[in-house]
């Protein structure tokens, strides 16, 4: 069974600065998929960032940007210019090519400060 | 248009009770989740349904039963509800049967608390 880890349970960043958050995973598999996703105090889970195993290249979605590592099973999510409305819980995500599910870690409960 | 839309948003309810939570999609996505999300914020799959029928049911008590009438809902019964069912009951969807590479459209969640 896939593990998703995520070793930080609580991170800060000052307002306009740049965090990572960081997320290992196990799996057997070579073709499969990784989220990130931001449950901010509302409640409600948003996808912010996907990346496929096959493509080298990191995916980034305007200030959220990704570092995947395939060969060390790492997937961490950096945020510049950290903003006040970033403040949320960051769920890490995997999913098997066919799995037709998703396996979340933990969570990384991130504070902006003004 | 609200995509993926879950009534009630908040149920308290006491212990032994029955009540149901519904779900609704109108992105057209062939599959739909239920996920518990409980008090340390761990979010854990307990179904999956394309269209009516059952695809992932995982170690879930017999007390909960999922209802697929079509592919757009998917409606989460419990029966005799217990102290430790409080939680957080998230659907969610994803475009393709029996796969989630795309990634998950969540509702806002059901917050169902148990007295």
């Known amino acids: 069974a896939q593990t998703v880890t995520q070793s930080q349970p609580e991170m800060s960043v000052q307002e306009a600065e740049t965090v990572t958050l960081s997320c290992t995973y196990d799996?057997?598999?070579?073709?499969?998929?990784l989220f990130w996703y931001k449950q901010p105090p509302s409640r409600q889970m948003i996808l912010v960032i996907r990346q496929e195993a096959y493509k080298q290249q990191n995916a980034t979605e305007n200030r959220f940007s990704v570092n995947f590592q395939k060969a060390a099973k790492s997937f961490s999510l950096k945020i510049s210019d950290s903003q006040l409305g970033d403040t949320a819980m960051y769920f890490c995500?995997?999913?098997?090519?066919?799995?037709?599910?998703?396996?979340f870690g933990d969570g990384t409960t991130l504070t902006v400060k003004p | 248009d609200t995509a993926v839309s879950q009534t009630p948003k908040y149920l308290v309810t006491q212990m032994g009770n029955d009540k149901s939570i519904k779900c609704e999609q109108n992105?057209?996505?062939?599959?739909m989740y239920w996920y518990k999300q409980d008090s340390k914020k761990f979010l854990k799959i307990m179904f999956s349904y394309n269209n009516k029928e059952l695809i992932i049911n995982e170690t879930v008590p017999n007390r909960f039963s999922p209802k697929s009438p079509d592919k757009a809902h998917l409606n989460l019964h419990i029966n005799s509800l217990e102290l430790g069912d409080s939680a957080v009951y998230f659907c969610?969807?994803?475009?393709?049967?029996?796969?989630?590479?795309?990634?998950?459209?969540f509702g806002s969640g059901t917050r169902l608390t148990v007295v």
């Open positions: 992105l057209g996505h062939d599959t």
């Open positions: 995500a995997f999913a098997g090519a066919n799995a037709g599910k998703s396996t």
């Open positions: 799996t057997s598999e070579n073709n499969y998929y």
């Open positions: 969610a969807s994803s475009q393709e049967v029996g796969f989630s590479g795309y990634g998950y459209t």
